[in-house]
């Protein structure tokens, strides 16, 4: 078996694996990228395309070497098509946002990392995570190109996405990791990139529209006025659909598309979750997808993939220099994910939850009632502020939801409980199981309230 050492080995040439790689190379340690795929399609990932937030992306990889997949920077709102209300909302949507060709960007990222002086083994398909006596993680081993393979390193950062194979064969029973981690806490999407004859009118914004048949939504993406990211998604707690199908009914009716072709297919899992309650393990960290880094209400992860591989690659050049590689040393790796955005991703997951629990009419309804900005904060900041005059104007426009809006109003208070609890995340391991038993009493209420199944 040929064997390899590094001080730090990163699993998966995603956005968090390379930002991890990235951010460790640049201070000088030996860190490799292992990618199953090989060097063409590593990269190429199935993804809606959408980009937010990249002007404060970590600069580990500097933002003009992104620059080149930026397909689209014109896109600024979201419009979303609620055909049971024959509505269209025009949502604005905060923050830098840009679609993208997710494949180019793969590439881009991938070069940054190497320029940071990271190694990538492609063709290489990690097999088992290597543990000493005490549960320590010190590698991984792997098959490339049908050869055995082992890499022995202090650190490994799991960035190889959701549902990750490498935690079903770690032993974590000693460790904070979490392992309360279910396929119904994951959303099923699929994507085609779609060429149209003549331009889009709508290629200033995202457009989403609910599928009919359970509590999922199409989305089309601009990347420029005649390449459409066509795609769909639903919670896996739903009955299984026919996903293409419902995609391509749509697509046949849609006037725009006509004569279109289609270029690339992909589909894929994706978290829609809260994040790990801890992520970390002796000698391990978990990045991105691999830790349910996403916006749970708008399947987003590419931001919290970026941020969650630059902590964990600090973290872990900071327990290299250190020589301790313990729960207690990496701690400050989930402090720092709750801190910028696991507070406000549980938050979130509140909504997610009522969703799988209303009726799909009653929530288009009472969407089509609330004012976009209103929509846009509780989408992207967890919670959202009304004024007593406009709940008043707002309680006469969305006659007829009033139930459901005394329920989003109960929900939201649990949501904003949640969140307070994620901002007062423990400062080391110590304290977590407090912290952690808490929070399920908080979940109680959620489940009481949205009248939800369950999701942890
Ligand atoms: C259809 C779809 C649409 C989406 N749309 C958007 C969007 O518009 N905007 C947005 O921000 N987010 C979107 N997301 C989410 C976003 O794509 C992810 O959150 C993000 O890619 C996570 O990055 P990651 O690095 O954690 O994982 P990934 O990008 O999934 O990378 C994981 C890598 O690990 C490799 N790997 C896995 N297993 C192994 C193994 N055993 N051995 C070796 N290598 C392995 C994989 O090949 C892959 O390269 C979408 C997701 C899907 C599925």
């Known amino acids: 078996m040929t064997s390899h050492e590094f001080d730090v080995v990163v699993a998966g040439a995603g956005t968090s694996g390379c930002y991890a790689a990235a951010t460790i190379a640049h201070e000088g340690y030996d860190v490799v990228v292992v990618e199953r795929k090989d060097a063409e399609e590593a990269g190429h990932i199935a993804c809606g395309d959408a980009l937010k937030g990249a002007d404060a992306f970590p600069e580990a990889i500097p933002k003009e ?35 993208i060709d997710r494949w180019e960007y793969g590439r881009c990222i991938i070069q940054g990392a190497k320029d940071a002086g990271a190694t990538f083994h492609y063709d290489t398909v990690i097999q088992d995570v290597t543990q000493d006596d005490d549960g320590v993680v010190t590698g991984l081993t792997a098959n490339r190109k049908g050869e055995p393979v082992e890499y022995e390193a202090d650190i490994v950062i799991d960035g190889a996405g959701s549902l990750s194979l490498l935690q079903d064969t770690v032993d974590f029973s000693d460790a904070t990791f979490d392992t309360n981690v279910n396929y119904s806490q994951f959303c099923s999407a699929y994507r085609e990139i779609v060429h149209v004859e003549e331009p889009v009118e709508w290629d200033d914004a995202l457009v989403f529209k609910p599928t009919e048949r359970a509590a ?38 849609r006037e725009e598309f006509q004569g279109a072709e289609v270029e690339d297919k992909l589909g894929a899992a994706l978290p829609t979750r809260r994040p790990y309650d801890s992520a970390v393990a002796p000698g391990y960290m978990a990045v991105g997808d691999a830790a349910g880094h996403v916006n749970p209400t708008t399947g987003g992860g590419i931001a919290g993939a970026a941020y969650a591989g630059k902590y964990a690659g600090e973290q ?28 406000r991703y549980a938050a979130l997951d509140v909504y997610n939850i009522l969703s799988t629990a209303v009726d799909v009419d009653d929530l288009m309804g009472l969407l089509a009632s609330l004012p976009g900005e209103k929509l846009a904060e509780a989408l992207y900041e967890g919670s959202t502020e009304m004024s007593t005059l406009f709940k008043a104007k707002l309680a006469v426009k969305s006659f ?11 929900t939201k208070q649990c949501a904003d409980d949640l969140m307070d609890h994620y901002e007062h995340y423990p400062s080391s391991p110590d304290e977590f199981e407090m912290w952690q038993s808490k929070r399920d009493t908080l979940m109680e209420a959620v489940y009481e309230t949205t009248g939800a199944e369950p999701k942890y």
């Open 400 to 410: 007829g939801y009033w139930r459901n809006i005394l329920q989003f109003y109960r």
């Open 65 to 99: 070497k992104l620059e080149p997949a930026f397909t689209n920077t014109g896109v600024d709102h979201g419009r979303f098509e609620i055909p049971q209300e024959d509505t269209v909302l025009e949502i604005p949507v905060p923050g830098e946002l840009a679609v």
């Open 216 to 253: 999922g939504y199409l989305w089309y993406f601009p990347r420029t006025d005649t390449e459409i990211n066509a795609g769909l998604g639903f919670q896996m707690t739903e009955e299984p659909m026919e996903l293409v199908d419902d995609l391509k009914k749509d697509l046949r009716d």
């Open 316 to 343: 872990a050049i900071e327990a290299i220099e250190q020589g301790d590689v313990s729960e207690a040393m990496l701690w400050e790796y989930n402090e720092r994910v709750m801190d910028h955005f696991g507070a």
